[in-house]
């Protein structure tokens, strides 16, 4: 029986995923799921083999994907005089221009803007940049040894408010959005939106981790040590900023469409979201303090959507100092929960009814 090429390339794209998942019994597993024979199974993966997408490996699946493309580069900021879209044209968009167009327009403004960063905030004598890609996506590190993120954001609103901070209290503040330590040439949207037109986006820097959607940190746990320790070995010493970014070379995501989320034309950047399991980094939401802090950001919004995915509980202490203490103290600041189970729920609504 012959099949559609629609039906070929979703055999193949899944078969490519669980490869790079390193899934186990994969020919069973997609025999299964695409309704086709063992035998085919192998066939297609003998055509990925032949086709240089995967190869054979000691690993979980027997197979793992192949790079078609590695470029790692050293840049001098004190040195030379650099300019983002300039480095975008001669190592970022020669691999992405073969993409989607919409993919190909994510990249130049996410790379843009984190590269802009690095360039102008990090205090680096030296960035380097990684750019891998294989058939399913393309990951793109940058990594400074510099003043590192975290460190710079605690220094300026310890500076900025008179009194001390902590680095968690810093990367908290990265949360939000409209961050910026320099107010006269950044608005503090860059990394907010960077942040969530990639499939993965991660900050490493000061131990510490930033990352909207995955608290897991599987993103960085499952990087190539290849791949993470060449950049360092090549250009850096272990201090500074790393940026991790991953975009699937198929993604449908639209940039215009993460903007519409939490921008508009007339209201401005008036939205932000917060992950509530990632900015609270013992895991437990109990104190005051913290929903203090979690709320250090919000009075530049009109609209704070809370973000409870993967929190249990928390306490009444935590909850009323958000919802009742806070809201009283800005009433025009509208709160959207999202992802809280009905624990969380009963509690936001047991202190807002608390006379």
């Known amino acids: 029986m012959s099949f559609t090429q629609a039906k ?5 794209k ?9 899934k186990k019994n994969i020919v069973s597993s997609t025999a299964l799921k695409c309704s086709i024979s063992p035998t085919s199974v192998r066939r297609y993966l003998k055509f990925l083999e032949k086709n240089n997408e995967i190869q054979k490996s000691d690993t979980a699946s027997g197979y793992e994907l192949v790079l078609t493309h590695r470029n790692a580069v050293a840049f001098y900021p004190r040195a030379d005089k650099l300019e983002e879209d300039v480095i975008y044209a001669s190592i970022i968009e020669p691999v992405v221009k073969d993409l989607p167009q919409n993919v190909e327009k994510l990249w130049c403004y996410a790379f843009n803007e984190i590269m802009n960063n690095a360039i102008d905030h990090a205090e680096a004598e030296t960035i380097g940049v990684l750019v891998t890609k294989n058939s399913l996506f393309t990951r793109v590190m940058i990594d400074d040894d510099g003043i590192g993120i975290f460190n710079k954001i605690q220094a300026y609103i310890s500076s900025k408010e008179g009194v001390s901070v902590t680095i968690d209290d810093a990367v908290i503040a990265l949360f939000a959005g409209k961050l910026t330590t320099n107010s006269q040439e950044h608005s503090g949207e860059g990394i907010f939106f960077s942040s969530r037109v990639m499939d993965n986006f991660i900050i490493v820097s000061s131990n510490r981790f930033f990352t909207h959607d995955k608290y897991e940190r599987e993103f960085h746990q499952n990087m190539s040590l290849m791949e993470e320790n060449e950049i360092r070995n090549a250009f850096l010493d272990q201090k500074g900023t790393t940026v991790l970014m991953e975009l699937s070379n198929n993604s449908k995501r639209e940039l215009e469409e993460v903007f519409d989320m939490f921008s508009t034309v007339d209201r401005g950047f008036y939205k932000t979201q917060m992950p509530v399991k990632n900015a609270i980094t013992s895991g437990f939401a109990v104190s005051r303090s913290q929903a203090r802090r979690l709320c250090s ?5 009109e609209v704070v959507e809370l973000d409870f995915r993967d929190v249990d509980e928390i306490s009444q202490a935590f909850a009323h100092e958000i919802f009742v203490v806070y809201q009283n103290r800005h009433p025009n600041i509208e709160f959207e929960v999202k992802n809280a189970n009905d624990s969380i729920l009963d509690m936001i609504k047991r202190v807002k009814n608390t006379k």
């Open 297 to 301: 950001s919000f009075d530049k919004f």
């Open 14 to 22: 899944y078969l490519l995923e669980q490869i790079n998942d390193q």
């Open 8 to 12: 070929r390339d979703k055999i193949c």
